[in-house]
């Protein structure tokens, strides 16, 4: 019996001691992890942890698929031949790259009109954002005398 009453005892004591908040322990105080400071000089090298941009936005190269993705002004004319009594053109693109064009082939902002022997006409329908013009317009690329 001597030890119910000791837990009955130890119990009690228990009880009063949680309602008074006195069993409850301090709240301890978070330590911040703190590391060694570092500092970086460069000795005259570009220092890796500075924007190469400079906040400025990289320009996405637009990618041709086909001549439905040029547009007129950036074709280059390079030669017109004859071919199964046709004329066809020579055009080179903004990196260099030749193709081929016939007459009613369609572009990004309009369509080739006529091809003839030193000359090849666009017809412009849209801008540069893809709006269509109220009036078109056409664009004339010569051949000079040194490229014939």
């Known amino acids: 019996m001597k030890f119910g009453k000791t837990i009955v005892r130890f119990a009690a004591v228990l009880a009063l001691a949680l309602s008074l908040g006195l069993a409850q322990t301090p709240p301890q105080e978070e330590k ?40 007129i002004d950036d074709i280059t004319l390079k030669g017109i031949v004859k071919a199964r009594g046709k004329l066809e053109a020579f055009i080179s ?45 056409d664009v004339i690329k010569e051949i000079t005398s040194e490229e014939r």
């Open 93 to 137: 693109l903004t990196e260099g790259f030749p193709l081929t064009i016939h007459e009613g082939d369609k572009l990004a902002d309009g369509f080739v009109l006529l091809i003839e022997e030193t000359q090849v006409v666009f017809r412009k329908t849209r801008d540069s954002k893809g709006i269509p013009l109220t009036k078109p317009r």
């Open 32 to 71: 911040k992890a703190t590391g060694p400071s570092f500092s970086y000089n460069p000795g005259g090298r570009r220092d890796p942890f500075k924007d190469l941009l400079g906040g400025r936005d990289v320009k996405e190269k637009k990618t041709i698929s086909g001549l439905s993705d040029l547009s």
